[in-house]
Structure formats: C-alpha cells, structure tokens
C-alpha cells in the first residue's frame, strides 16, 4: 500500500516475530508464545540511570582530575569508577536505542 502523500506505509510487526526475518532460534522451552519484554519498563529504567552515569562519570573524571598524590581515595580507583560509569551510561544509551527502535517497530511508524 502506497500514500502518496506520506509515502510507503507500514504495517506494525508484532512482538510475536522476534528476528527481522523471523525466529532467530526455534522455541526449546515453556516461555509462553506471546511473551513480551517491558519495553516501557526498560525505557523507565534508561530515563532514570543514564542521566545518573553520565553525572558520575562527569564526578569521577572531575574528583580524579583534581586529586593530589596523598589524596583517599587515589586517582586509580576514581579512574576506575569513571570509566565504569562510562561504560554502564554506553549501554544504557544503547539499550535506548534498541527499545525505541522496538518501539517505533510495533507503532509501525518508519524510522
């Protein structure tokens, strides 16, 4: 189906189709058919901690930029901690992007 005036239409695919093409692995257990992921659940979760490891990776990086050599804690573990918030704020960003994209793919919106 073609509109001409906002383009190609598309129809929402359904949580029920878990690969692009179709099953990636074929059912092995008990999981009900129409098991769902709480996408609103994730994209609650990701409003609330990304913004917390991008403060603590900004903190971190601060409060190690800005200590001495006699300084507790040290700059290795603040170091550390920056670098690990870093990485929990990337897959954070990610998981972001992956429910939105899950999201708009139900809606049957295009991208």
């Given at each position: 189906m073609r509109d001409p005036r906002t383009g190609p239409t598309r129809e929402p695919v359904s949580r029920a189709r878990s690969g692009t093409i179709g099953r990636r692995f074929p059912r092995?257990?008990?999981?009900p058919v129409t098991?769902?992921?709480?996408?609103?659940l994730?994209?609650?979760?990701?409003?609330?901690?990304?913004?917390?490891?991008l403060a603590g990776t900004?903190?971190?990086?601060?409060?190690?930029a800005w200590s001495d050599a006699g300084?507790?804690?040290?700059?290795?573990?603040?170091?550390?901690?920056a670098v690990v918030c870093g990485v929990l704020a990337l897959t954070a960003l990610l998981d972001l992007t992956v429910v939105l994209r899950r999201l708009r793919r139900e809606r049957g919106t295009p991208h």
């Open positions: 092995t257990g008990t999981e098991a769902r992921s709480p996408l609103r994730r994209l609650l979760l990701v409003a609330v901690f990304l913004p917390l490891f900004a903190l971190f990086g601060t409060w190690a300084d507790s804690p040290g700059r290795g573990p603040l170091i550390l901690l």
